[in-house]
């Protein structure tokens, strides 16, 4: 079986833009959650990346995180599905299937170097203090800051 392709999406004129399916862990570790960035991007998020066709986002979840951390994080619970609607060079679309994971007791919060994928940087944050960082999206600040582990549905847009 061939390597599935990543579900991401872009349409050609006179409708250009881009569609994405992905995942990202809401990393946490007593008040402080876990934000990665890629070199030469210049802002932070929540680790993940796309879903591949025929992948359930639950193992894409898993695998992103093996790429970028070189960790099995057990025990993520869906947290949040979000709709990320906002403009770049053309309108992005975004569905973001956001897992809670918890940070093990048993691993070393320094250990985050351990991935396959070069370029990226992680750094704990409090989460009260993203609001001081170039964080994306940073709509979900005030979410992620409420998080109680019920299912939630967030509806993000930007011009």
């Known amino acids: 079986m061939s390597a599935a392709a990543d579900i991401s999406w872009s349409g050609p004129d006179p409708f250009p833009g881009t569609f994405n399916l992905r995942v990202a862990a809401v990393i946490t570790r007593g008040d402080q959650v876990l934000l990665c ?3 030469g991007l210049g802002y932070w998020f929540l680790p993940g990346g796309r879903v591949r066709l025929g992948e359930p986002s639950q193992a894409a979840l898993v695998r992103e995180l093996a790429e970028e951390l070189g960790h099995d994080l057990p025990g993520a619970k869906l947290a949040l ?7 770049t060079h053309s309108l992005q679309h975004e569905i973001g299937l956001y897992y809670l994971v918890a940070w093990p007791d048993a691993l070393d919060p320094g250990d985050l170097h351990g991935g396959s994928e070069s370029g990226h940087t992680f750094r704990w944050v409090p989460i009260r203090e993203l609001g001081d960082l170039d964080f994306r999206p940073a709509g979900l600040i005030p979410v992620l800051s409420g998080l109680t582990g019920t299912l939630r549905h967030v509806v993000l847009r930007s011009p």
Do not use: K
């Open 81 to 87: 599905v979000v709709e990320n609607i906002f403009e």
């Open 37 to 39: 960035t890629v070199d």
